[in-house]
């Protein structure tokens, strides 16, 4: 509306003339009415005598609008500006950040998100942090109170299957879920006895959609199919990677396979005989403990990356005193025991590209190298953009079976050294004079020996057996393979251990419990795991009271054990009628510690170096200095020999 208004001239210079001339033009929002279809706006004009200031003149206008076409989002570079949610692995990942002394701005940048949103959930730390300790899904995007009591109860543990079957690539569907939810229901009810009181569930559609939001499942495969094995895929595959390692130039020394697996560590076959105390068998649930491995190497079988290994708890009692970057494994926790994003982002970038670099300069080789990857949704799509020299290809979808290298043999041949090794250990532990009885090894064996023994189990795993599972996916890298002809020397091997520990085993029940490490978790599974889970968190919570010893190694304790090693081969010597034998384990456990003789002689050499006042005192022995914890770097092997008669084991020639 255009509108003429007057204002006085003001002052001694007003005159009648000018007194009503200064007119401005205001800009009024239009008055919009609609005649049919079409939109209108009227815009009223003014005609005013000066002199008079008088309206003598009054009329209005309508015209059509014409309106611009609504902008797509997206179009021309314009991101939409609809509310991004962020997932709650990411949000955690800011919260580490954060912990670690990472500014809001420096997160911001490393994430490619706004420092606004990076300080709000900041802010809500604590909220997050409860929804994760809740086991809510690392892919959710809400952090909503979720159900409590027994029905909380089945969520929980339905979040922890329903990741269990996405990380294993296997279908799920609306119904499977609900079906589910209804048996967890059950057993769960079973369980707490009829006064447990508990609300009624009814696992319908509504709370299918409820369900369906916590748990963010829109971003989940749903099929109301199995999925079977693609063998078209796999036929056609090998021919296409065959033409993508020939245009990147790769020989079998830089490609690279991993794959992850299911591993309950503490789980041995069982007969009726000991299945029957299972209950009355304090500890003894914790079988149901599990873990994840990512295990891997490459086509020539000659580098084997270290293993990474994800538990529920970061710290568990069992490493106090111990630090995890001195372990055979790459040690991660996640809440649902699960290889996310995450995880194998920092695997990716912290692990795989140095050790990959580091072995191909030993090697002489050019530092790019091919990782080939199922399509496990802990896999970001986005890797191939990550690193200039690490190309990554993904499997057809239902391929894994056929086609995955690590999945041709190398994990059940894995798992079954682990198995071994476990087995060796409780013979060795009940073997001792005083020693305790099976049901105590079991219940004292805790992750860090699994973690030992999975060191020794992937040691054992060699280099034809790793070169030759690559027989279908590049068959021309492999040269000749028999197959895993020792898997059945060691079952058979597992078998006579049972056999020293009165364990009725045969060898179709040490396959069982390999397969069994793969199957579907069952309701009985879940339950002892999280009840175990929970146990084992109280457990480890750290107490005033307790101040977890810190390990080092003095001059003192690397003495005491030299001489408990000087002990024991002289009484190998002294009554093993072959000199030859002895002097040869002798030479063998000489090289074997003579890193930790080299941290004697490091730990001598500081000792001699006091202060300045030194140089008053002329004796030649070593100064009487009181001990101090050192804490030491990892011991490296050195060639230099160590020359020293008087502490060194005398060879018998």
Known sequence: ????????????????????????????????????????????????????????????????????????????????????????????????????????????????????????????????????????????????????GLNGQVEKLLFIWLEDQTQRCAPVSSGRIQEKARSLYDDLKKQHGESSNAEPFNANRGWFMRFKARANLHNIKVSDEAASADEEAARVFPEALAKIIEKGGYCAQQVFNVAETRLFWKKIPLRTDMAEEEESMPGYKAAKDRITLLLGANAAGDFKLKPLLVYHSENPKAFHGYSTAFLPVIWKSHPNVWVNKNIFEDWFNYHFVPSVRDYCSKNNLAFKALLILNNSPGHPPSLDDMHPDIQVVFLPPNTTSLLQPVDQGVIAYFKAHYLRSTFAQAIRETEKQGGPTLKEFCKSFNIYHAVKNIGEAWNEVKQPNLNGVWKKLCPDFVSDFQGFTDTVEVTNTVVEMGKELNLDIAPGDVDELL???????????????????????????PTVEETPPHKVLTIKVLAEAFQHLEAAMSTFEVHDPSVERSASVNRDLYNTYSCYREIYKEKKRASVQTPSDTSLSPSNSPPNTPESPIQIDPPVSSDESVPSPSSSLQLVS
């Not at 929002?29 to 009227?42: D, E, K, M, V, W």
């Not at 397969?515 to 919570?541: C, G, M, P, R, Y």
Request: charged content about 30%.
């Open 1 to 148: 509306m255009l509108v003429l208004t007057f204002q006085r001239s003001r002052g001694r210079n007003a005159t009648p003339a000018n007194k009503f001339i200064r007119a401005q033009r205001h800009s009024v929002p239009p008055i919009s009415i609609t005649q049919g279809a079409q939109l209108l706006f009227r815009r009223h004009f003014y005609v005013v005598d000066l002199c008079t200031s008088k309206i003598f003149l009054k009329f209005s206008v309508s015209l059509p609008i014409i309106m611009a076409e609504k902008r797509k989002s997206g179009a021309s570079g314009v991101s939409s500006s609809k509310k991004r949610r962020r997932s709650l692995s990411t949000k955690l990942e800011m919260i580490q950040r954060s912990e670690r002394g990472e500014t809001p701005t420096e997160i911001s940048r490393a994430l490619h998100i706004p420092r606004s949103t990076v300080s709000t959930i900041l802010q809500n730390k604590e909220r997050i942090q409860e929804r994760v300790k809740d086991s809510a899904p690392m892919q959710s995007t809400v952090t909503t109170k979720q159900n409590v």
């Open 515 to 541: 397969a069994s490490h793969s199957e579907e978790l069952t309701n009985e599974d879940l339950i002892e795991w999280e009840q175990q889970k929970v146990a084992e968190e109280e457990e480890d919570a």
